[in-house]
């Protein structure tokens, strides 16, 4: 059975075509993936299914009759959640309070035989029910939990039971491991494998490959809007998909060979790094790490050993308590992210919509954030609107940034076309180092192949490299030295093309 049925869909904004005509089904009680590429249209898709946006023609039919959704609430009371990609929960709040948020529960007082509702909330009855959904689906979590103590990987399982609360049978996930470490994707799959076994229907929004194979019953591409193939997953491989995708054969395991760094300048040097967080507990300890020219120093862990915060201290976002940093003999510890930029540092940062982009500006102010004093693009403190536009067009079309509004800002642009406009700036500064921190999050196949593509030909040209992913398969790949991270420490050093999955993953778990 059909719980789903999409004719002939058409999205346009203005002149440019989002989805053009595109018909698919989804079957009750299966896991469905939609892949494609950064601005293929993915996301535009499911938020017409989910009453976010309207479509210009085609149809929508839900379990058998045809839908007109003109808000979410409408797509909900039809059985269809959708969690997103960002997750729009409150920090302060309670796992409980973020689930009830909108639908909470009043007390009832007893009057007479029937009784009254007060407008005061039952506080009591919300943490049981919550708790209740938490343990149906196996999410072992503590309903009273605050969100702000709790792991990334955790708040993607409230962002579902959000919708599982509200008894939905159909679950739209965009791109629900775009912040998740390995061991947090492998707790997923499990989790939703769970869901479907339970008769819930699951359409996943996603770029990667492995958790395509190993989550997915069926799965449609679509690429530049419109859709290029239905796959039986059992039937197909990772090979196949991505061209697909991408419309060529995709390297993601860079060839690289070893390179003799014996007579090469050491470029950066971090010198018994320490710092302390804002309730005092030392989060990066006694850290010491060189790069030489032409090198590539990876740093591996799992998300919350202190690469975060390691990542800050270079990057001018939070201060060393102890320990000093060099740019080849001069000391730039503590410095501003500006004057990092000036001596030559280019820094990709962890979060792109919090340390990276501003939403609200555009697409060209973006393009020379952290760059806008260079004389290119400012004379005498006045901004050349010209040459910014100018310098916009050319890394757009460089890059291979997907946009609707040239003129627009950078809220209107996916995840991974936001993520292209920090590696172009990044890359179009010809920086002495660079610092990249988690370079492809979020980012679909063909652009990883072009970002570890350009941090290889960084190192073949005698550059200096960083490289902090909770990618393990990144980081070996692309890293001569990998250093891992366990509980703000380096535990361990290993070679980066002699060494295993297990022997990184055993460091990566504290044991030397």
């Not at 300890?285 to 032409?294: L, P």
């Not at 990092?340 to 962890?350: A, F, K, N």
């Not at 921190?437 to 290889?456: A, C, F, M, W």
Request: aromatic share 4%; glycine share 8%; proline share 2%.
């Amino acid at each position: 059975m059909n719980v789903i049925e999409i004719h002939n869909l058409t999205k346009k904004f203005g002149d440019f075509t989002a989805n053009d005509n595109i018909s698919l089904t989804v079957k009750k009680g299966e896991i469905k993936a939609i892949v494609g590429e950064n601005g293929a249209g993915k996301t535009t898709l499911m938020n017409m299914l989910y009453g976010l946006l309207k479509p210009t023609s085609g149809q929508i039919w839900i379990n058998g009759k045809e839908a007109h959704f003109k808000s979410p609430l409408d797509a909900i009371n039809a059985g269809l959640g959708m969690a997103h990609q960002h997750f729009k929960l409150v920090p302060s709040l309670s796992i409980y309070e973020n689930i009830v948020l909108g639908i909470e529960k009043s007390q009832r007082i007893k009057f007479g035989k029937n009784g009254i509702r007060i407008p005061i909330v039952d506080t009591k009855q919300e943490i049981q029910l919550v708790q209740q959904v938490i343990d149906k689906y196996k999410f072992d979590l503590d309903a009273k939990s605050k969100i702000e103590d709790i792991s990334v990987g955790q708040q993607q399982r409230v962002e579902i039971l959000k919708m599982l609360y509200r008894e939905v049978d159909i679950l739209i996930l965009d791109e629900p491991t775009a912040v998740l470490t390995p061991q947090e994707v492998d707790e997923l799959i499990v989790s939703l494998k769970e869901l479907r076994n339970q008769g819930k229907t699951i359409i996943i929004i996603t770029h990667k490959l492995r958790e395509v194979m190993a989550l997915s019953d069926t799965i449609t591409v679509i690429k530049r809007g419109k859709v290029v193939g239905n796959l039986e997953t059992a039937k197909t491989n990772e090979a196949e998909i991505s061209r697909l995708m991408v419309g060529r054969e995709v390297v993601l395991r860079q060839s690289r060979v070893c390179m003799d760094l014996s007579e090469s300048r050491v470029a950066y040097r971090v010198e018994h790094l320490s710092t302390t967080n804002c309730d005092g507990k030392e989060v990066v300890k006694d850290v010491s790490f060189e790069i030489k020219e032409g090198e590539i120093l990876g740093i591996a862990g799992v998300e919350g050993n202190g690469q975060s915060e390691l990542s800050k201290v270079l990057t001018g976002l939070m201060k060393s308590m102890k320990g000093k940093v060099y740019l080849y003999d001069k000391e730039i510890t503590n410095v501003w992210p500006k004057s990092l930029r000036q001596d030559g540092i280019s820094i990709i940062p962890e979060d792109r919509y919090v340390q990276g982009l501003c939403r609200d500006m555009t697409i060209a102010d973006n393009m020379i954030a952290g760059y806008h004093y260079s004389q290119d693009v400012c004379k005498h403190g006045i901004l050349r609107k010209k040459q910014i536009e100018k310098k916009r067009d050319e890394l757009i079309a460089h890059y291979d940034i997907r946009i609707s509004d040239i003129k627009g800002n950078v809220s209107q642009l996916s995840g991974g076309n936001a993520q292209k406009i920090i590696i172009a700036r990044e890359f179009a500064a010809d920086p002495k180092v660079i610092i990249a921190n988690q370079p492809t999050r979020g980012v679909d196949i063909g652009s990883i192949e072009y970002i570890h593509g350009k941090l290889l030909e960084y190192r073949k040209n005698k550059k200096a490299v960083l490289l902090i992913s909770s990618e393990l398969s990144e980081v070996m790949s692309l890293s001569d030295r990998i250093i891992v991270m366990y509980k703000g420490e380096i535990i361990g050093e290993v070679e980066g093309l002699q060494c295993t999955k297990e022997e990184v993953g055993l460091l990566m778990a504290g044991v030397k």
